[in-house]
């Protein structure tokens, strides 16, 4: 069913599958679209979406969501969406632009006054943030929006969005936190919905028929006495009478973001879209962490929803669809859900879009990055089948190179594996998968459980050597003993530790990412875990929006962490620490060490260039600085393109 055609208003798309709104930060300093943005949408409806949501654009200057956004609110950028809605039809694709005002979501530096909502906002101290819109203001706001609207339809765009979910303008309007209100666009829900009620109508009477008209809800706020599902139902019913063709359900409110945590269930919205779709007879969107067809096609034949919205996925591989299509699910490269390239930079960084696993976002069609196959083929010997060996591997084989690579561990991507062990991790687990794919298919070849020395990298008269070789864990021997037998790296014990603790209490050693995912399995067991870490913040090389998620849990958990706390050495079982000059006791029946590594290739590395062979190191194992996946991978695709 997944593939099968749908019919949106007086608009058929080729399949069930949307690619749903998300802001890259493309656009240019005026929000113009540009030709990084062409060839990212583009490439996308080449990879076999059936609809394509573009990202959120402005429909007046007060209404604007960052220091960079697309408009659809000046007459000189149609030409520009123009030519965006060709590409994407091009590729046989149908293409609609979520239209935006953030309201008091938005920050009055980016717009120079204080932004605008239902209420005034007033901070605790007695200042105000936010002022309310008058009467006048919202009548003007409706025929900016349908205005907007008529210049995507001038474009030769298929439809518009209206963006009346998470924590903007409409949706303002429609949650009783922010709606205090005493007129007719306050109070009841008819009355808080009337203001995106009269968008829709005005859109309508200003496009016409044949012209999509997509509202993006909240299915549900998460906020206390926000809007619940039951309104939420009832407002699409108000949209749907109003003009709407197409109901995408979306969550959150004031805690939106948190939504795109990697601790939440695949699917999770569907609950919500399938009481919405319970109400209305328009086609209905929902979306939330969906990866794999077999849950897609449960939610498209059990009656959830009638089409689906994938997003970050998009981002990782543009040709997800088309891959599954053809029944090849290992070929595709899975998102991580890790936040960092995507909401990362765009929400927090406030630079172009990127992903960790995917080096082409944003330079889809840069001449700079297209790979051409070598005149002269060399033999390249690799050390380390990690993220960063396995992409050079792939993209030097791919180029007419003769590559080989050596992993010291069993299987292909080792530490990526261990990673995955942990909760959270269900995309990482994905990524290991399309990995191992492709070493078995690649066109090089690779030796695993084989700790390659100078001897053997020799005998395969290598013309390079590139070292991919990862870290190596710390241990702090000198403060910690491991001849008890109750110490461990936290690496050690993901490799070798598979049988569920409970009841122990462990101490770990180091509150960063892995630290803290370590004590998040070990909580989950139902161990009492102890984290201490010598700075004052934990869980640091996470993104915010899975950091907050992570700490959440680790607090219902019962986790103990000790923050701005030395490790001061063992007596016995018990793991001596001190806190603001003062000494405690921890009891342990586990101590594990999470205090980051140390990398660098080995010392007859750099002898091999003494023999005429040209030496290279990338990823985490280059030096002793640290890295991440996202850099390996880079790493290892440009080197591989360019070697």
């Not at 998470?166 to 009841?188: C, K, M, T, V």
């Not at 066109?443 to 290598?462: D, L, Q, Y």
């Not at 067991?525 to 680790?554: K, P, Q, S, W, Y």
């Not at 342990?588 to 005429?612: H, K, N, T, Y």
Request: hydrophobic letters at 40%; proline letters at 4%.
């Amino acid at each position: 069913m997944l593939f099968q055609e749908l019919q949106i208003g007086n608009t058929r798309i080729r399949n069930r599958i949307a690619m749903t709104a998300m802001a890259t930060n493309l656009a240019d300093i005026s929000g113009g679209v540009t030709q990084a943005m062409i060839d990212y949408y583009g490439e996308r409806a080449k990879g076999g979406a059936g609809l394509i949501i573009i990202e959120n654009a402005g429909i007046t200057p007060n209404g604007r969501n960052g220091a960079v956004q697309l408009r659809c609110d000046v007459l000189s950028n149609v030409p520009g969406l123009g030519r965006l809605a060709d590409a994407i039809h091009y590729f046989g694709a149908k293409a609609i632009i979520q239209l935006q005002h953030a309201g008091q979501a938005t920050r009055q530096e980016y717009i120079g006054e204080l932004p605008v909502g239902p209420s005034p906002r007033v901070e605790t101290d007695g200042r105000m943030t936010g002022r309310a819109l008058s009467k006048l203001e919202i009548e003007q706001l409706v025929q900016d929006f349908a205005q907007a609207a008529v210049y995507a339809q001038q474009a030769g765009l298929d439809g518009v969005e209206i963006h009346a979910a998470h924590a903007y303008l409409l949706a303002e309007f429609l949650s009783p936190i922010s709606n205090r209100r005493q007129d007719e666009y306050g109070g009841s829900l008819e009355n808080r919905a009337r203001f995106a009620v009269e968008v829709i109508q005005a859109v309508r009477k200003r496009a016409g028929r044949d012209f999509i008209i997509s509202v993006r809800i909240n299915g549900v706020e998460l906020d206390e006495g926000g809007l619940t599902a039951q309104e939420a139902a009832q407002a699409a019913v108000l949209m749907e009478k109003a003009g709407a063709d197409l109901i995408n359900v979306s969550n959150g409110f004031q805690r939106h973001v948190d939504s795109l945590s990697a601790f939440l269930p695949a699917g999770w919205r569907s609950v919500y879209a399938e009481q919405v779709k319970g109400a209305v007879s328009v086609p209905v969107l929902t979306s939330g962490g969906l990866r794999k067809r077999e849950m897609m096609e449960d939610i498209l034949t059990s009656g959830q929803a009638d089409l689906i919205g994938v997003g970050r996925q998009f981002i990782a591989d543009p040709h997800w669809p088309e891959k599954l299509k053809r029944g090849c699910p290992e070929a595709i490269s899975h998102c991580l859900m890790c936040n960092v390239g995507c909401a990362g930079n765009r929400i927090t960084g406030k630079r172009s879009i990127q992903c960790v696993v995917n080096p082409d976002v944003a330079r889809e069609s840069a001449a700079l990055f297209a790979p051409r196959p070598v005149k002269k083929p060399r033999r390249i010997a690799v050390i380390g089948a990690g993220p960063a060996g396995l992409t050079f591997a792939c993209e030097a084989a791919g180029r007419g190179h003769t590559v080989h690579v050596w992993e010291r561990r069993p299987q292909v991507n080792g530490a990526m594996r261990l990673a995955a062990s942990v909760p959270g991790k269900g995309g990482m687990e994905a990524f290991c998968r399309h990995m191992e794919w492709l070493a078995e298919s690649g066109t090089f070849t690779i030796t695993c459980g084989c700790e390659a020395g100078p001897e053997e990298i020799m005998a395969f008269s290598p013309d390079a050597v590139v070292y991919c070789g990862g870290s190596v864990p710390n241990r702090l021997d000198r403060v910690v003993d491991y001849s008890t037998g109750k110490v461990k790296t936290a690496h050690e014990f993901l490799e070798t530790d598979r049988h569920e603790r409970s009841g122990q209490r462990v101490v770990v050693i180091g509150g960063g990412s892995v630290g803290c995912e370590v004590a998040d399995r070990l909580a989950e067991d139902g161990n009492f875990v102890t984290i201490v870490e010598m700075t004052a913040r934990v869980c640091g090389g996470t993104h915010d929006i899975n950091r907050r998620a992570l700490l959440e849990r680790l607090d219902e958990q019962g986790v103990l962490i000790l923050t701005e706390t030395s490790l001061e050495g063992m007596d016995g079982d018990t793991v001596l620490v001190k806190q603001g000059g003062v000494q405690r006791r921890l009891e342990a029946d586990l101590i594990l060490v999470a205090a980051g590594g140390r990398g660098g290739p080995p010392a007859w590395f750099s002898q091999l260039a003494e023999r005429g062979v040209d030496c290279y190191a990338i990823g985490e194992g280059a030096s002793a600085r640290p890295s991440n996946i996202m850099q390996a991978i880079q790493e290892g695709t440009a080197l591989g393109r360019t070697i």
